[in-house]
């Protein structure tokens, strides 16, 4: 491996899925990195919906959701590890105490110049009583890679890549995000043959 491979980071980037990936989860999917480094990757796809919806979900951790904006809002398939468990993809909130540098909630990963994803409770807490992020997607289960295994995975044109857009995971509907960030690149589908290099 060169060291330009060795020392790629694509955290607060988008993995799309390219559509020779027949893989089941991963299949036209599109990837929000929240960590990337050398000892490996992890991140939540924010386009495959579950049958399940955010009044659901909060109805399962015996919680009232405070929000009307969310309550028809999807859950997320983030991913196929740890998919009994949420992690909710959000606006960063600042702390009211200007001098803290600790993230408001008790779990929570800040992206560098980008989202931040949290894993405990107390987020679901701020929704239900009407206040907490603005802007959130949430997921049960997240996608992570092992050392190298990205990197190998991008050697074998498995993904593309592109700075992470905060809108088409917020603005843009389901079905359109996966165009949406593959348009981010200035590509379409169609232009991605799934034979391209086999001969």
């Not at 960590?35 to 659901?56: C, D, F, M, T, Y």
């Not at 997320?76 to 200007?98: C, E, I, K, M, N």
């Not at 001098?99 to 980008?114: C, H, K, Q, R, T």
């Not at 894993?119 to 679901?124: A, H, Y």
Request: net charge negative.
């Amino acid at each position: 491996m060169s060291d330009d491979s060795a020392s790629i980071n694509l955290t607060n980037h988008f993995l799309i899925a390219m559509p020779g990936l027949d893989d089941a989860t991963f299949s036209r999917s599109v990837v929000y990195l929240c960590e990337h480094s050398e000892r490996g990757a992890l991140g939540l796809v924010i386009n495959k919906p579950s049958e399940i919806n955010l009044q659901n979900l909060f109805d399962k951790v015996d919680l009232r959701l405070g929000r009307e904006d969310l309550l028809k809002q999807p859950v997320f398939h983030g991913g196929p590890v740890q998919t009994d468990r949420g992690f909710v993809l959000h606006d960063p909130v600042a702390s009211p105490d200007p001098e803290a540098s600790e993230p408001v909630y008790s779990s929570s990963i800040l992206v560098p110049d980008g989202l931040a994803m949290t894993t405990s409770r107390d987020v679901l807490e701020a929704l239900s009583s009407g206040a907490g992020p603005r802007r959130v997607l949430v997921s049960l289960g997240y996608s992570a890679w092992g050392e190298g295994q990205l990197e190998s995975e991008l050697g074998e044109n498995s993904w593309l890549t592109v700075a992470a857009d905060e809108s088409v995971i917020f603005d843009t509907p389901i079905e359109q995000r996966y165009d949406r960030a593959l348009g981010l690149l200035g590509l379409q589908a169609w232009m991605l043959q799934p034979e391209a290099g086999h001969s």
